[in-house]
Structure formats: C-alpha cells, structure tokens
C-alpha cells in the first residue's frame, strides 16, 4: 500500500472513531494542560481589592493541581491585567477565549467590569465565574456569579440597622462609587426603604468617582443630616477610596453608636492600610469574615497563610481572607466538580453540570449552586470592625439564603425568568 493508502486509511480509521463517540477534548484541554484565565486588576484603583483575588486562583489552582488536576490534567493560569479599564476587561477576555483558548474565567470586582466583559463570553460561548456580591438585575448562561445578590448583603444589612438591635435607624445615606453597582442597589435599597415607610425627605443619596479622595465634605454633610434623627449609612464604595472615607470618619469623631456605617465592598483587606480604632462598631454585610470559627476555615486560612509567606505576597506578614476569596475559592473548586461530572471541558455540558453542585465553603455552610438561576445559596453576617481590622459577628441568618437576582422591588421583575435563557 503506497502513502497516499496509508494517508486514507488513517482517516478512514479517526472518522470511524469519532462516529464510534470516543471522547472529543476540547481545544482548551487538548493539549497536556487545561487553560484557566484569571482577569483581576493587577494595577489602577480596583486593585487594592482584585490583585489578592488572582493570588486565591493561584493557589487554587496549586492546590487542585496537587491532588492531581482535573481529568488527570494540570491547569495552567493564563494571568492578564486589565488595569481598572473597563474597555479592556473586554479585550482581554477575547484574548483568553480565542488566543489562549482557556476552558473558563475567573475574574472581575466591579459590575461595570463584568458588564464589559459580558457580551463577549456570550458571542464566543465562553464561561466567566464572577466572585464579587452585585447588584443583581441580570442572568447569563455565561455566567455563574459566587458573590451576593442584594438579598443576600444589602436588604438583610437595612433589615438591621432599622433593627433595635441595629440601632433602630430612621435616617439614610446612601453613599456609593459612581458606576452600575452602587446606583442599582441603592435604587433597589430605596424602593425597599418606601415599604417600610421612609421618605424621600429622610433618605440622602451621593455618589463619588473611582479613585475619590477627598471625603471632608462628604462626611461633615454625613454629619448635619444626622441630627435630623438616627442615621445610617450604607455604603457602596469601591477600591482604594475606601481608605480616605475610613479616615475621614476617625477625623471626624463620626462614631459608630451615633452614626453606623454598613459597608458592601469593605472586607479586611481594605481595612489593612486603616487606622481602625476609630471605627470601632462600624459594620459591614457579607456571607464570609474571617474570624469565624471552624474547621474549615481553620484550614482555609492556614493554607493562605502559607501559600503567601512561599510566594512573598505583600501583606505575607500578615495574611488576611476575606468573602470575594472565599467566593473564588468556592467558584473554582465546583468548576472543577462541574467539569469532572461532565467528562469534559465543553462549556455547555460544564454549565449543566454546575447545577445544584455542593461544595463545604470556609464560612462553614456547606454552598450549593441553584439548579437554575447560576447564583449560590449562601448565608448572611453582618460584623462589627474591631480595633484589630478584623471583624466580630453580631448577626447572621439562620441558614442558607437562595438568591433572587431578580429584585421584587423593582417594577416588572415578577415577570422576569428565574433561569438563564439558553441561547
């Protein structure tokens, strides 16, 4: 038989194969890797928050890798850098998904990020895990969001700060970075508030630009419109201006007992560059801290500790979790889960796969996917910021909460899917 023979032959024999259903890897675990993309802001305001956020897919991705990868595979981390840039988040999402041809994304803080980042995944049916609590108002196939929807951070926080136990407050600020995040959530906290009789008279609204600094203002106005009557403030600022709003407060003398403020983007990472004793009693909501207690997250925080003291992370010298870690953490592992139950890195067998996933998470609940809506069943903290940086809970609910994504406050959203729509 001459070459020509040969060459049909063998084709012959791999079409027979295929017809035959031997299994088909995708081009993202073809080779002796799977490719894992990791789009956190390295650089710009948001990395004070996203860059420790990469170093959780890291060692992620040393820890599966040593009980021995996914599918008998290492994963290998494409990292990039989309430096704050909303445009670019975009751009380096296309480059993952059709230059490094990774099998999933784990990435973004800020919804204007991941609403940049969006469109893409779903023209090139790629899988993005968004780690970050959200203002909800969206489902995707594309899309598997571990952090918080709004009730599951911003209405349980309200439900008690109006609380006796929370101070019984009468008055609200709501005080944001200007982007999606903050002006739908407080457009949601507002319709919320009307339902439990609170004026327009009674609730302040403003907004600051990324990277603000100068808070003097803000917080003496902050100040005033509490001696109406018992205020709080919620606040939804993000990356690096939190630590001059932080110090604002100390100069201030705004103490927690007169004015309490409940922050949605303010865990113990952005507290570390902060004088914390005058903000002693202040809150923040969220479904992880790090002070809780048990095995888990014994566990949890001993390997972080040891991963950044190996690799020299700033901040080695005292490792801080906090809840976008821990919802990374949970992300990648039910990844993992999800692909190992499908036999394979295809996105749309992954995403049926993920549905109704468990995984024991470092706040000690054990965190299961929702059979339909992409978003975690996750329990709710609310803690005090204690001298130390560190945060002491003093409310929690009772188990688990299933997200509703889809806010009952806002007008029409009883009509509204409860399941991504499969395109």
């Given at each position: 038989?001459?070459?020509?023979?040969?060459?049909?032959?063998?084709?012959?024999?791999?079409?027979?194969?295929?017809?035959?259903?031997?299994?088909?890897?995708?081009?993202?675990?073809?080779?002796?890797?799977?490719?894992?993309?990791?789009?956190?802001?390295?650089?710009?305001?948001?990395?004070?928050?996203?860059?420790?956020?990469?170093?959780?897919?890291?060692?992620?991705?040393?820890?599966?890798?040593?009980?021995?990868?996914?599918?008998?595979?290492?994963?290998?981390?494409?990292?990039?850098?989309?430096?704050?840039?909303?445009?670019?988040?975009?751009?380096?999402?296309?480059?993952?998904?059709?230059?490094?041809?990774?099998?999933?994304?784990?990435?973004?803080?800020?919804?204007?990020?991941?609403?940049?980042?969006?469109?893409?995944?779903?023209?090139?049916?790629?899988?993005?895990?968004?780690?970050?609590?959200?203002?909800?108002?969206?489902?995707?196939?594309?899309?598997?969001?571990?952090?918080?929807?709004?009730?599951?951070?911003?209405?349980?926080?309200?439900?008690?700060?109006?609380?006796?136990?929370?101070?019984?407050?009468?008055?609200?600020?709501?005080?944001?970075?200007?982007?999606?995040?903050?002006?739908?959530?407080?457009?949601?906290?507002?319709?919320?508030?009307?339902?439990?009789?609170?004026?327009?008279?009674?609730?302040?609204?403003?907004?600051?630009?990324?990277?603000?600094?100068?808070?003097?203002?803000?917080?003496?106005?902050?100040?005033?419109?509490?001696a109406g009557?018992?205020?709080?403030?919620?606040?939804?600022?993000?990356?690096?201006?939190?630590?001059?709003?932080?110090?604002?407060?100390?100069?201030?003398?705004?103490?927690?007992?007169?004015?309490?403020?409940?922050?949605?983007?303010?865990?113990?990472?952005?507290?570390?560059?902060?004088?914390?004793?005058?903000?002693?009693?202040?809150?923040?909501?969220?479904?992880?801290?790090?002070?809780?207690?048990?095995?888990?997250?014994?566990?949890?925080?001993?390997?972080?500790?040891?991963?950044?003291?190996?690799?020299?992370?700033?901040?080695?010298?005292?490792?801080?979790?906090?809840?976008?870690?821990?919802?990374?953490?949970?992300?990648?592992?039910?990844?993992?889960?999800?692909?190992?139950?499908?036999?394979?890195?295809?996105?749309?067998?992954?995403?049926?796969?993920?549905?109704?996933?468990?995984?024991?998470?470092?706040?000690?609940?054990m965190s299961?996917?929702?059979?339909?809506?992409?978003?975690?069943?996750?329990?709710?903290?609310?803690g005090e910021?204690?001298?130390?940086?560190?945060?002491?809970?003093?409310?929690?609910?009772?188990?688990?909460?299933?997200?509703?994504?889809?806010?009952?406050?806002?007008?029409?959203?009883?009509?509204?899917?409860?399941?991504?729509?499969?395109?």
């Open positions: 038989m001459n070459r020509r023979g040969n060459l049909k032959l063998l084709t012959a024999s791999i079409a027979l194969g295929l017809g035959l259903g031997l299994p088909q890897l995708s081009s993202a675990q073809s080779g002796g890797t799977i490719k894992v993309g990791v789009l956190h802001s390295l650089s710009g305001t948001m990395a004070i928050s996203e860059t420790v956020l990469k170093d959780t897919v890291l060692m992620a991705i040393d820890d599966i890798n040593a009980k021995g990868g996914v599918l008998g595979k290492k994963l290998e981390p494409v990292v990039v850098d989309p430096a704050s840039n909303w445009p670019l988040f975009a751009e380096k999402t296309r480059q993952l998904l059709t230059q490094d041809k990774v099998a999933v994304i784990f990435g973004c803080w800020t919804s204007v990020s991941r609403k940049s980042v969006l469109p893409v995944v779903e023209e090139l049916n790629g899988l993005l895990f968004y780690p970050v609590q959200y203002e909800g108002e969206e489902l995707s196939k594309n899309v598997f969001y571990t952090g918080a929807a709004p009730n599951q951070q911003a209405i349980p926080a309200v439900d008690y700060l109006m609380s006796k136990d929370g101070g019984g407050a009468k008055r609200w600020v709501l005080l944001g970075t200007d982007y999606v995040y903050p002006r739908t959530t407080n457009k949601i906290l507002r319709a919320y508030l009307h339902t439990k009789g609170v004026k327009d008279s009674d609730i302040d609204e403003k907004y600051t630009p990324f990277g603000h600094s100068d808070y003097q203002t803000i917080v003496a106005d902050i100040k005033k419109f509490s009557g018992k205020t709080a403030v919620v606040s939804t600022i993000n990356g690096d201006s939190n630590v001059p709003f932080y110090k604002e407060l100390g100069n201030a003398g705004l103490k927690a007992k007169d004015v309490p403020v409940v922050a949605f983007s303010v865990g113990e990472e952005e507290l570390r560059g902060v004088d914390t004793k005058p903000l002693v009693g202040h809150l923040a909501a969220w479904n992880y801290f790090m002070s809780l207690k048990n095995p888990t997250n014994d566990a949890f925080k001993k390997e972080w500790a040891t991963y950044a003291k190996a690799h020299n992370l700033p901040g080695a010298d005292k490792p801080l979790t906090n809840d976008p870690m821990e919802a990374t953490w949970i992300g990648i592992h039910m990844w993992k889960q999800a692909v190992e139950k499908a036999k394979s890195t295809d996105t749309d067998k992954v995403i049926a796969a993920m549905a109704g996933q468990k995984f024991t998470a470092p706040s000690g609940i299961e996917m929702d059979m339909k809506n992409h978003h975690l069943h996750k329990s709710v903290f609310i910021i204690k001298a130390d940086g560190q945060f002491n809970v003093v409310w929690k609910t009772p188990g688990p909460v299933k997200a509703k994504p889809w806010s009952p406050y806002i007008e029409g959203n009883d009509k509204k899917p409860d399941e991504p729509a499969k395109k």
